[in-house]
């Protein structure tokens, strides 16, 4: 075995659970973690620029795990602008009835009628969206009113800090590429992705790529293309790896082939995302919000923002992951607890880790052109991570579900 290879199995054994074991190897592996000069994570959430040594960088390195809960979120519903099922307090109601307690009511924009409203937004206020629109034809359904699609029952108010809801401004953006754009009032995709992403920076907001899958089939788009993307634009946060049940199931893969190439440089994280039209699409994804002190609320002035900023703030950072349940409605069964990193290990922590039947630690494999589990169980040695790895996630699967953890980035020489 290489030398270097040997020498990382001594820091493999300092994780916090470890170090009790292991005294003998935890001196020689806190000398190396000072002569890395540098912890896993740092303040500000980004990446270690420089490390001497090849070392685990975890977006969950800054989370409080003994104070943050855990808090499921859905940012891609359809809540009847276009004939769809519910109507936006329906969609509401229906989520909260899911225990899901972070959403966004993210109309297409070609169904929003920018002379009348805005994004359907705040929910206090739904009925007044309703007064405004209801007589409005709607092009792309036939000219249909949007009293007519809502059968003329008007939408009705709902109050998220009542609802112990927090509510996000959105919208599913044709820019051409559908993305979902977040904490913004735009409405309008333009010609170009270049131009939406500019207005969408300009205006304050972040925004994921929506089912990728859809174009790389019909437009051929390649990892690169969305590469420069997401170096030219910070407010692109990542894209998701499932739409609704499972519509594109190579998204998965085209995540970790654009993990890959971008690596910590330019962190990107997974989402998963209803794309909810009707009672049949929702509930197949729970992305998890890990936060602290959670309080209602929105970021409009009409509201108290409560965790809304913190929410933003966990999906710009990473501290998210996707519960991805086996059948429709599954709450989480397990969730993450902790996750313990050094510079040479990342150990899982479950709470019920009597239901987890595999943990997966997945990576890109550029010779094979394709995803590839490289280690199984609880936890993961840097000299069990192939050296042209550029990240490893892990996926914690059990009988009701299985949970994605975000990309953990391999950095250093
Ligand atoms: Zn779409
Ligand atoms: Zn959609």
């Known amino acids: 075995m290489r030398r270097d290879l040997l020498m990382w199995k001594i820091p493999g054994g300092l994780g916090t659970a470890g170090v009790g074991r292991r005294v003998g190897a935890s001196l020689v592996g806190a000398a190396m973690l000072a002569m890395a000069g540098c912890s896993p994570g740092n303040s500000s959430g980004a990446p270690p620029s420089e490390v001497e040594t090849r070392s685990f960088w975890t977006p969950y390195a800054e989370v409080n795990w003994s104070a943050i809960g855990h808090y499921d979120s859905e940012f891609h519903t359809h809540p009847g602008l276009g004939d769809e099922q519910y109507d936006p307090h329906e969609t509401i109601d229906r989520y909260h009835e899911e225990g899901y307690r972070i959403l966004a009511l993210a109309a297409h924009d070609y169904d929003i009628p ?205 501290t998210t992951y996707l519960w991805k349940p086996t059948e429709q409605y599954n709450r989480r069964a397990f969730n993450v607890v902790d996750i313990q990193a050094t510079q040479g290990e990342v150990r899982l922590v479950v709470d019920r880790d009597d239901l987890v039947e595999e943990v997966r630690w997945v990576t890109h494999d550029p010779e094979l052109g394709g995803s590839r589990v490289v280690q199984t169980g609880p936890y993961i040695l840097m000299d069990q991570v192939p050296e042209w790895a550029r990240f490893v996630r892990a996926e914690i699967a059990g009988e009701a579900g299985t949970i994605y953890l975000q990309p953990i980035y391999i950095v250093g020489p």
């Open 114 to 318: 920018d002379d009348y409203m805005d994004s359907i937004y705040p929910w206090t206020r739904l009925s007044e969206i309703y007064e405004a629109i209801k007589d409005v034809p709607n092009p792309t359904e036939d000219n249909k009113t949007y009293g007519e699609m809502a059968g003329w029952r008007p939408y009705e108010d709902r109050d998220p800090v009542a609802l112990g809801m927090v509510s996000v401004e959105g919208n599913e953006i044709s820019g051409p590429h559908h993305m979902v754009s977040l904490f913004s009032s735009y409405t309008d995709g333009a010609d170009t992705e270049d131009e939406t992403l500019s207005t969408i920076r300009d205006l304050g907001g972040i925004v994921y790529f929506a089912h990728p899958g859809r174009y790389v089939e019909r437009w051929n788009l390649t990892a690169d293309w969305y590469v420069d993307l997401y170096r030219r634009f910070d407010v692109l946060i990542g894209q998701a790896i499932y739409n609704r049940r499972d519509n594109h199931p190579g998204d998965r893969e085209f995540f970790d082939e654009i993990a890959h190439i971008l690596g910590a440089d330019r962190p990107i994280w997974l989402f998963g995302e209803d794309d909810m039209h009707h009672e049949g699409t929702l509930g197949w994804n729970r992305d998890v919000i890990l936060i602290e002190d959670f309080r209602p609320g929105s970021m409009h002035p009409d509201l108290p923002d409560g965790s809304a900023p913190d929410v933003r703030r966990a999906l710009e950072r990473g």
